[in-house]
């Protein structure tokens, strides 16, 4: 009995000091080298919920891949100059705008690939045609096909693609599949499908496996974003979707009736070269191989009108965060209009201010985005945004459900565009590998300015007026959405 109440005595101090020794250490670790928002969201967490908020802090707390993926993409950089050919093809007689040349350096420092000429692209609007599309490609391939999904699943509406990559292995094609192992793990039928690709002979492997023994800890939630394509070195495909249903297969999607909206770019010239090379450093980190790539010089038809191109690779395998730097450099450099889709808009404060900042200073900002959402938190953290937005001038247009309008792209000034896997969010800036690639060319920005005018004409505009009669309670789900948010 006496222990028993030496206990009772004893345990409120000790956790008392327990409690404040968690809090004086995350002080002092938690601010070091974090952005002040995170180090705010963080700090927040451990002050109001200290044991909880200190183990998800050790447990996803950090934002970088661990030090031998890291060691690999410094490997990789240095050899992608041997990788990305054509620099020279880069045309100097253009008038580009002044500013671009700095963007392009910059790029250039970030993700060690150049701005290539010669290239050309199309873009693909439709989700199944993309899909058949694909398959068309890798039924030409005669060397090679390397095939990297965020999410890779089989189903009636992939079934072609699948198709596609057992007859090009029948005729003694190497096929090469990465896909992201939590990703493309929540799709229905997974087992399936890797089993599938085992019986067709695919070479696999999941990225960013989730390992939790001793010595390959890494953080769950870090993913591998990117949607790509390369065959044999002549034809890559970059862009936003993922190779699975347009419902995502999910009953849930299903029973709402969502479907997702996205774009694909198919591209030929030196540029895919570069494409090639992303697969490449995502497959020597998975699998310890380094590929030797083969490519045969690139020409096109005489005539052809041809594009400048330049391969922007990100993530936490990078020391900065070479998406974010691009999209505000870009902001910051527009003169006349800058057109942004983003299925998930939840920009950091650099972000924020670049954004904003065109828009007072006159110039016509437009910005596309789901009228619903397929993430809660999400959705609700992006909303926390339009007041801010609408106030500075920014036009709002919002698609109409059951889309998710999953597109990702931009367009500054109607010469330069980016387009590819990045969402504007923090977790695209910081936690996800991504890949976007910049094009200079009036011709391929009309194109992207002709599907973001009909998602206009489709969608509906917000105005502040009506965005400040809202509900309390949304106001509230929003404001801690967009703390949750920044927990990065």
């Given amino acids: 009995m006496a222990d028993d109440w030496v206990l009772t005595l004893l345990l409120p101090g000790v956790l008392l000091t327990i409690d404040i020794v968690i809090r004086c250490i995350a002080v002092a670790v938690v601010p070091v080298n974090r952005r002040p928002s995170s180090a705010m969201a963080w700090l927040l967490a451990v002050f109001f919920i200290p044991y909880l ?4 802090f050790l447990f996803i707390g950090d934002p970088k891949l661990p030090s031998g993926r890291r060691t690999k993409q410094r490997e990789i950089n240095r050899l992608i100059l041997d990788a990305t050919r054509g620099m020279d093809l880069v045309a100097e007689d253009h008038p580009w705008p002044p500013w671009l040349p700095g963007v392009v350096q910059l790029n250039r420092n970030l993700g060690a690939m150049p701005l290539v000429g010669g290239n050309r692209a199309e873009v693909v609007d439709d989700y199944e045609t993309a899909i058949r599309a694909m398959a068309d490609e890798v039924r030409r391939a005669r060397h090679y096909v390397h095939a990297e999904f965020y999410i890779l699943a089989r189903d009636a509406t992939t079934e072609p693609f699948f198709e596609a990559l057992a007859d090009a292995v029948r005729r003694g094609v190497v096929v090469r599949v ?3 192992h939590i990703g493309s793990l929540r799709m229905p039928g997974y087992r399936r499908t890797i089993r599938h690709l085992t019986e067709i002979g695919v070479i696999w492997h999941p990225m960013l496996p989730v390992q939790l023994h001793r010595g390959r800890y890494q953080r769950p939630d870090l993913r591998n974003h990117r ?3 390369v065959v044999d070195a002549e034809v890559a495909w970059v862009g936003s979707q993922n190779m699975v249903d347009r419902s995502y297969n999910h009953r849930g999607n299903r029973r709402r009736g969502l479907q997702w909206q996205d774009l694909m770019v198919r591209m030929e010239g030196p540029v895919v070269s570069g494409v090639d090379a992303l697969f490449l450093t995502d ?6 191989e380094l590929l030797e790539q083969e490519i045969e010089p690139v020409t096109l038809p005489a005539g052809v009108a041809t594009l400048e191109c330049q391969v922007v690779p990100s993530g936490p395998g990078f020391e900065g965060e070479n998406n974010l730097r691009l999209f505000n450099t870009l ?3 527009a003169q006349e209009r800058i057109s942004i889709v983003s299925p998930y808009f939840v920009p950091d404060e650099s972000m924020l201010f670049a ?6 200073r006159g110039l016509s900002v437009e910005l596309f985005v789901s009228e619903i959402g397929d993430q809660l938190l999400v959705h609700y953290a992006q909303r926390s945004y339009y007041e801010t937005l609408l106030r500075a001038g920014v036009r709002i247009f919002r698609y109409p459900a059951p889309y998710v309008l999953h597109d990702k792209h931009m367009i500054i000034d109607d010469v330069v565009s980016v387009v590819g896997s990045s969402n504007m969010d923090i977790r695209s800036f910081i936690l996800d590998l991504e890949v976007s690639v910049m094009v200079c060319g009036k011709d391929f920005a009309a194109d992207l300015r002709r599907i973001s005018g009909g998602y206009r004409e489709r969608s509906t505009e917000l105005f502040l ?3 400040m009669q809202r509900s ?3 106001r509230l789900l929003e404001n801690l959405a967009r703390l949750t948010s920044a927990l990065q």
């Fill in 178 to 180: 990465l896909f992201d």
């Fill in 331 to 333: 902001l910051y450099s």
């Fill in 465 to 467: 007026k009506e965005w």
């Fill in 355 to 360: 954004i904003t900042t065109a828009a007072q």
């Fill in 283 to 288: 497959w020597y980190s998975e699998t310890d």
């Fill in 53 to 56: 908020g200190a183990l998800l």
């Fill in 227 to 229: 949607k790509l394509l």
């Fill in 472 to 474: 309390h309670r949304h």
